[in-house]
């Protein structure tokens, strides 16, 4: 078994050189909740070392909850200067999910949740548009706090264990290891580049996408730790058919269960759940973006084989594929703009084929091109 306080020497590491590139003179910001003082200390550290400059901002559920409890209705609409001029400014920003409490949103009405999602589109589009044009390297990571370990259903120990592994701190040399997943995802890039369209067929599932002309990303481990994906972003109106998810949808604490969503031309055309299906509803009337697809994934990080309720993980599972209502990352030559990115995870490990251009690519959770 391995702990996380063993390996946070290795782990900060693995997020200065290797995520961020930290440079001289970068104001890099680290986002974090309570549970992962130690490590935005040793992460602060580290990039002082470099010549970088820390920004620290400390997240608490306790003051989120009362934004939405407490505050007047019209703060709800506020986004802060400052917030925007960081988000355009920074050079480099870490997010670090450690919660002290998983679901501190769950009985806040849907419809604030909503209205603050409006708000907070300024911000998602500068991310956005940065990313797009490279001006931000950012990644997204966790440190495993109690509460995390908690909704795994798993010990702390033992989600320590797991966390370890997912970043491959358990290898002599992660950042190695990680190059050598980069290498094995490129294959699977390559394959996927040439497709003009997909169909996905599995239990309760049989879909189609558009994808020539879209770019397709390898996410190797610079943009989250864990990395292990390979997206893309379908056309706005090239997505036709049914699918059912097989795990539950998490929306900030919020899960919606056996989610199934027909598409039209791209647009959701009918929605059901079998729990939450009223929140499924409301977002996806929060814009109009929100109705239609802004990512296509395949998670491939065969370290990571359960589901833990934290899309950081879930969406890399190894053999499983997972679509994104709402924001495209317009690096993928996505045009979709929305307040929300809502990613759902549908599971290929059993009796699903995907084919590309008529061709059968993939099959059971392994892609044919590729021995992983």
Not at 232 to 237: F, K, L, R, S
Not at 244 to 267: C, H, N, Q, T
Request: a negative charge; glycine letters at 8%.
């Amino acid at each position: 078994m391995h702990l996380f306080s063993e390996v946070l020497g290795k782990a900060s590491k693995l997020i200065v050189d290797y995520c961020l590139d930290v440079r001289s003179r970068d104001d890099v910001a680290i986002s974090f909740g309570l549970p992962a003082l130690p490590f935005a200390r040793r992460l602060a550290i580290d990039i002082v070392s470099r010549g970088g400059y820390p920004i620290l901002n400390l997240r608490d559920e306790y003051l989120a909850e009362a934004v939405y409890k407490l505050a007047p209705e019209d703060l709800l609409d506020y986004i802060s200067p400052i917030d925007v001029y960081i988000s355009e400014k920074v050079d480099a920003s870490v997010s670090i999910i450690s919660p002290q409490h998983y679901k501190p949103l769950v009985t806040v009405d849907p419809e604030k949740l909503g209205r603050r999602s409006k708000a907070a589109r300024r911000l998602t589009e500068i991310f956005m548009k940065r990313d797009g044009e490279g001006s931000l390297r950012w990644t997204v990571t966790a440190y495993p706090s109690p509460s995390l370990a908690q909704e795994a259903g798993l010990g702390p120990l033992e989600f320590e264990d797991f966390v370890v592994k997912a970043l491959k701190l358990h290898k002599d040399d992660p950042i190695s290891a990680w190059r050598q997943q980069a290498e094995r995802q490129e294959g699977i890039r390559a394959v996927l580049s040439k497709a003009s369209e997909l169909r996905v067929v599995a239990k309760g599932t049989d879909i189609t996408f558009k994808v020539d002309g879209r770019t397709w990303i390898s996410d190797d481990g610079k943009k989250n730790m864990p990395g292990g994906e390979v997206f893309t972003a379908p056309h706005e109106d090239g997505v036709d058919g049914v699918v059912e998810f097989d795990f539950p949808a998490v929306w900030r604490g919020i899960e919606v269960e056996g989610v199934r969503l027909e598409f039209r031309r791209g647009e959701v055309v009918r929605s059901s759940a079998s729990r939450g299906e009223e929140h499924l509803k409301r977002l996806l009337e929060v814009d109009d973006g929100a109705r239609r697809l802004g990512e296509l994934a395949f998670g491939l990080n065969y370290d990571i084989q359960r589901y833990v309720k934290n899309i950081l993980f879930d969406e890399k599972i190894g053999g499983t594929m997972h679509m994104a209502l709402g924001a495209a990352y317009p690096s993928t030559g996505g045009k979709n703009v929305s307040a929300i990115h809502w990613d759902m995870v549908k599971d290929l490990r059993r009796d699903a084929q995907v084919y590309a251009d008529g061709d059968l690519i993939f099959e059971n959770g392994r892609f044919l091109v590729e021995v992983l």
